[in-house]
């Protein structure tokens, strides 16, 4: 990624001169007042349908995991396939966040919130499928190495394990990242808001001032949780793609796995931010602050890691050839060609094939096609982790113990609950919190005006 | 609460008090305090082993019933019964559950005026019967399955005293024309008995002599015996098949002449027509007058007996001279399902062909001449019954040991006969088809709960022994014969025993009754009588059959491997276990040839109609390779509409009948001397536009070449390197010491060796493993899903494999050729890997190593995460999708719970332990005695219950142990599942022996050359798309 051209930073701050700060308030701190009748709706749309989810959730433990479409051998279903994909979906955050952060791109400016809370709230959505997958939910504290008085302890050598370490430390990270960038402008918040929304501000701001001190600690803060945050975005996802690669299953066991799911996470992760971007910016009239511009940088690292993606696909297949080991062989004929080909050929295409179009800067700054472009990348990030799992087990080493998994309805209905859960965060999310970092956008508009007066930067 | 004084407060609590001990005042007080008198024999925590004998079929095998603290929770075969030398089959195993069904009737019964079955007291019943039978003594008829002697008399002189019409024993798989054959040829009415020990050369016509004809684990273990590959003659002995059908003993079987279905007679002339010449060249004797034979054997020379039978001339030349060369040929006549309306004359074909190869006296036996129980009723009988029922001269019928209903072909009219008749009384124990229609059920005692015995041959006479005291309110059919008649009149009860049944059982035993109990019975059999051909065995007439109906099919009925007759249906566990041919459990399938499903434009899974004259039946079509293309298969045993396994009741569909009856698709049709014949009707199959999820266990027979089910040449065994079937000239199949896998002080090192030679594929190892570990079945709509919960299922693969990739979804994938055999079977259990790939991803240590090499699995710390099956290669191990030991043990089924296995709770994983119960068990004695454990003490049921011995187990440790040096003889057999994987299995398999280089099914499909590699594919020959 290169550094944007000076002239495109230009353009895209160039409005500052006319948004003074009080109105970058008004503007950004506009989206939490009131609510239409449209939000009241969708929010009422996502919470009834996490309701039905719970309620599939709860008769699943009463009646068994039997309910959903598990066959033997295929063990590992939409839950996990689910769970991977809110994994990477979270990745982008911390990409936005922190790398970019540390490379002083400031275009993330305009997105990082945004991204920083699906993060959390997509790691949120991740954890709850931990919980859904396995078969008992009372007894699931036993993966916590507790001391007890029964001596037992759990086992460091599963990546099981090392997922729960890797998921709540990415957990706990993004959402002190989320809320130590968020106090300055909570204490805008708090200082334009009335009744229980200044009570909340208040305690949730720290008693900040936006003295020097206060900023000059803010910024060191942000600094090292950046430091922190950045192995984590190449660590968590290797950890979620050794809970394949681990694994002895043809199609699983490969090397490769580290980089091609972080790269994929960071795929799925900016297709989401566009996914939920684009509609949120064109609601509430932010396009001065997320501009085509932020858009298209976006659409060039979904390029990027698309082709990233693409290579790894290539890469499986000629490896399995390459082997000359006859299951493993067997298994990439069979994703291709077998039960499961049509969802490899939506993988394919989704992810390999359509981004290409990104090479054209009329596509890249055509927001509805980078809007319908980003879903499919998204429903194509969740048929990979679908393939893999899925036809990975469906055909392995033991050909008499061959299956065909299909999801059962209660499956399907929680994988919706759980896009119902993520979105009820971020549309609570939208009318609590800032969606844009107002600090940080001034902090690009005195940039501008430093720069326009002569001064370096 | 200022209302409630102390005074008050106390009479609440006493009323509270009462009322609770009111209701805890049922019938059974269960205690759960230690014994204060401790019953002699009672060790709480120790099992007691009681001998009996297993009535499931006619063949009558030795028990020991294991018994825990005064319940039966295991049977096993009594080692010292010469039928089954200690091994049990799948259906004997099931045969527990008889006497824990949920089924069971509780009381006696009455058939009130609405028809729905009222209680009685069992005062009333016998009451109500000894008066209508008082009414019209000679009205009355006995119709039931086959006794032991003592019953059997007792029924006799029951008959005697009370004056009744007669009895007909009835056996729906009676041979009735081995039984007439056996007059014609040899004079003696009866069935043969046939001894197959040290048999070099077994031509099995259709007998299906490991699966339900005769005496199937006698035969199986004979046979395989006789094939033992540590001895010249037992690496010369042969097995050759004469069938439509590639059946579970065919798959045995070396060579396969798949001739036409009701032809195996004119097979058998053809053969004995080329051994007689030869046999007389050589100056061999033949069994019988050599003009006589040579004048009855000379038209049925192999080529004009090759067109009526479809098989090749040259091919019966060969099989006929080999037999001659034989140093013990025995020919096996055909079964009930291929008992055709020339069937006398089929089995009269194949003794001559017996009596031809000398086996009569030797291998074959003829029937004594007292039989201990009367002959089983022909179908001539039967009509003569029916008819007299029709004719309103039977007023009381009493039914035992038999489902009539169910077993009877309807042409037959016997439904509607028992309609005519004034009373109709059922002794079974459990709800069928016959049950519904009598006015009067008497449920009678389990087997497990009786005083009885069985005899199946001159010599040979077992006893049957109560094991826990009568769950609910039954009686023993013989008591109630008893009691029935004493309440017909002191004159009357004068004329029978004296006290109970009991007492019957044993006065008929000379001596020492407590020897008899303790051994199981008097074992001492008779030697096998010999005997001529006759000059009348020259007139019957051997033809093909013609059958009626139209289509262009025959309907072939077999007997089921499992479900018998059908009176196997009841029992869950062998509607569960997947058929060992075609891998289906719970439903019913047409078996038919690729070409005739392609001309029908169907495919596995497609619902397809039967039509004969007799009626009309869906079934699932199941093409395969294994069968001709002028026959259809369907298997005898399901469609029961009554029962709660037996019909879809427990599926919620009530009184809907699971599956089809082959029984009522055939045509009542006699054979000539009037025995029941089920090769009669040709069926017109057309497809019906349904569709069925096939409970389908094992979806494709192509092991891709991979290390399962391996094989080598005959010759790979006499030093023939380059036969030897490896894949490669350097490649080692055993790479390791399996023995090293255990914790460095510890003595043992648990193993196993199974021999897939010896493997033919029974199950009797699955069921027996069912029921040792409290695994549960899951139902048809699960077995869909394939959630079978068994630790334990035998892999059947078809030759090496290809590497042919199908794409999209094929429903089966099937690699059978007609005329070729190359079955391997593979029991798969958990390998006890010593690298094993499940316990390294368990985050809970849910499964980690044992000090003793075992994967242990800790079912209270699983939570569930199912990985260890993923990384399971061999995919053994079994997830508890729902509360099925809750669901699916309805009472009083949890009284059969083995106390020594822990029940799995919803969410947990499982698999097989090589049952370390009973492990625990003998290193206790051990440790008591001071001793280590001996090799051969610990025996899991899987290798306990083997027919053939295939399964060894033992301490990889102790070099001397029967595991280990069966290993090591295997040489270069042995090998290791999936070796290439590294996961170090305490499992050695030894590869099947191609015995006949002809019956091999290579890679290409086709004939493969004597000392082709078996797994001739390099895998990276074969590219991926």
Redesign the interface.
Known sequence: MTPPPPEAVAAMIRPAPRRPDSRINRDILSVMEGASLGYWVLLASAVLMVHVAGAIWIYQVY????IA?????V??GVYIVTFVFWVGIAHAGTLISAILYLFRAKWRNAINRSAEAMTVFAVLTAAQFLGI????IW??Y??LPYPNQRA????F?????WD?FAISTYATISAVFLYIGMIPDLAIARDRAVGWRKVLYGALALGWQGTSRHWKAHTRSVLHLSGLATPLVLSVHSVVSW?FA????PGWHTTIFGPYFVAGAIFSGFAMVLTMMIPVRRIFGLEEYITDYHLENMSRFLLLTSIIVGYAYASE?FM??YS????E??S???R????Y?ISTWIMILCNAVFPQILWFKRVRTHVPTLFVLSVLVNVGMWFERYVIIITG?SR?????????YTPSWYELGILAGSFAFFSMFFLVFLKLFPVIAIAEMKELAIHEKAHRQGGAH | MPELDRRDFLKLVGVGAGGAAAAGCSDHVEKLIPYVVQPEVITPGMPVFYASTCRECPAACGLHVRTREGRPIKLEGNPDHPVNRGALCGRGQASIGRTYHPDRFRKPQRRGAAGALEDVSWKEATAALAAKIAERPGGTWVLGGATGPSLSDLIDRFVGAVGAGGRLVYEPLSHDALREASRAVFGAAGLPIFDLSGADYVVDLGADCFETWLSPIEHQRQVLEARDLASAEGRAARMVYVGPRLSMTAGNADEWLPAKAGSEGLVALALANVALARRQAAGQPVGGDAGLLAALLAPYTPEKVAEPTGVDAAALRRVGEQLALAKRPVALPPGPGLASSRAVAASAAALILDAVLGAVGRSVGLPPETPATPEPANLAALEALVAAMNAGRVSVLLIHDSNPVYSLPPQLGFRDALAKVGLVVAFASGPDETTELAGLVLPDHTPLESWGDASSRPGVRGVVQPTIRPLFDTQAFGDVLLDTARAMGDAVGAKLPQGSFRGVVEASWGGSFDAVLARGGSFAPAPLRGGAVQAGAAKLAFRVPELVGEGEHALYAPPSPLLYDGRGAALPWLQETPDPVTKISWQSWLELSHASAEALGVEAGDVVAIETPAGRAEAIAFPRGGIRDDVVALAVGQGHSVGLYASHQNDGRPGEARGASAIALLPSVRDEAGGRAWLVSKARITRTGGHARLALMQKSDNKRGRQLGDAVALAALEGDAHASGHAGPHEVRRPFAAAADATDGSAYRWGMTIDVDKCTGCSACTIACSIENNIPTVGEEQVVRSRLMSWLRIERWIGDGTQELRAGRPPYDDHEQLGRIDVRNSPMLCQQCGAAPCEPVCPVLATYHAPEGLNGMIYNRCIGTRYCSNNCPYKVRRFNWFDYAIHNWPDPMPLMLNPDVTVRCQGVMEKCTFCVQRIDLARQTAKNEGRPIADGEVTPACAQTCPSHAIVFGNLRDEGSAAVRTAEAGGVRAYHALHTLNTRPSISYLARVIRDPSSRIDEDGGHAEAGHHANAMTPSQEGTA
């Open positions: 009646e068994g995991l039997g479409g598990y066959v033997h051998p063990f590992w997958h396995v078969g008992r007894k699931s036993f993966i037992l302890w759990v086992n050598k599963s990546p099981l394990l729960t809970d681990m694994a002895l299953v297949y399995a050839w000359g080991v006859e299951a062989q067997t990439f004929w069979m291709a060609f077998g039960p080909w087990l392995e080493y033991n050909p008499s113990t061959w299956g065909i």
